[in-house]
């Protein structure tokens, strides 16, 4: 249930309503926009009477949700999140973030060089594995530790911002000094343990759709994150499963414009995964800008045939500045900048 205090309700009020709430049973979840407070109530009283809210000082509107995500659904926060870091990136706006990087880090030169160049292209963010899920136990597995404070470095050397991924509970406390966001890979969409421990702590999440996953369901994932008081969720179409076999995956680009409309989230857009060849990244990355996405992940690495992840789907730096290039120039047509890196 969604419960909208009137533009002039006093801080009085909005406490008398969540006291009411909370006598009844309800959670209550507050987010205060720019011109009005919503309070979110969860809880399983199908049987209460909106009237009896409606009636209480300051209170403009109640609706019930008949969605079963209702913190990270449109109606909880209309206008839109916007995810702001301390050097002034925004998540959500009306500029579209880029964050770019190899699959995994490998080696100091390696990210050092990879975080110079997309950074010189106008990348605001570096992404990197340090822990790497894959799907044999004999493939490289990441750097861990190391890997992390080689990321940090590179972050701060060339002012990005670092997206790494978190694969289980005990990498959180390791992970929180060195990144400014925790990815949640396709595997570990419905890890609802991690999840959970996510929902405690203060950095953004960004949450990758899984392979075989509806939106829905990626939309309960993030409420599982945001019921815990983290509502600094970022959304990821990383493409799915389907009967196609050319591609890695099929990148569902009118996910974009869909979640969009159900949920308030800013909404992101990995090609690199969701196409997994080269020479179609950039493509699906211009599509994605022009259906709406809030931010991109791209794989970019300086000698992609050596990698030692995901090489077929990395682009080379001189790829990836092209690609800046023409995104600068779609972006403006739907009525979105590319963020510039700060």
Known sequence: MIVAMQETASEQQIEQVIEHLVRLGFSVHRTTGERQTVLAAVGARIDFDTRNLQVLS??????????????????????????????????????VVVMAGPCSVESREQIFTIAER?????????????????????????MGLDGLK??????????????????EISQIG??????????????????????RELGKIKKPVLLK??????????????????SGGN????????????????????????????????SHLPMASDPSHGIGIRDKVAPMARASVAAGADMLLIEVHQDPDKALSD??????????????????IIAPAVGRTIAKSQ
Not at 235 to 251: D, P, Q, V
Not at 311 to 326: K, V
């Open 174 to 195: 390791e992970m929180l000094p060195y990144i400014d966001i925790f990815q949640v890979g396709a595997r570990n969409m419905q890890n609802f343990n991690l999840l």
């Open 58 to 95: 300051g209170v403009q509107d109640v609706h019930r949700i008949s969605a079963p995500y209702k913190l990270a659904g449109r109606s909880f926060r209309p206008e839109g999140t916007v995810i702001v870091f301390a050097n002034g990136v925004r998540i959500g706006g009306k500029e």
């Open 118 to 142: 997309v950074g010189k292209a106008g990348a605001s963010g570096l992404r990197g594995g340090a822990f790497k899920p894959r799907s044999s136990p004999y493939s490289f597995q990441g």
């Open 150 to 167: 080689l990321l940090r470095e590179a972050g701060d050397k060339f002012n990005l911002l670092v997206i790494s991924e978190v694969m």
């Open 209 to 226: 759709r899984g392979i075989a996953a509806t939106l829905e369901e990626l939309l309960l994932s993030a409420e599982y994150i945001m």
């Open 231 to 262: 509502y600094q969720v970022i959304l990821c179409e990383r493409g799915i499963r389907t009967f196609e076999t050319y591609t890695r995956n099929t990148l569902d680009i009118s996910a974009i414009p869909v979640i969009q409309k159900l």
């Open 311 to 328: 090489g077929a789907q990395s682009l080379y730096p001189e790829q990836f500045a092209t690609l800046m290039d023409e995104l600068r």
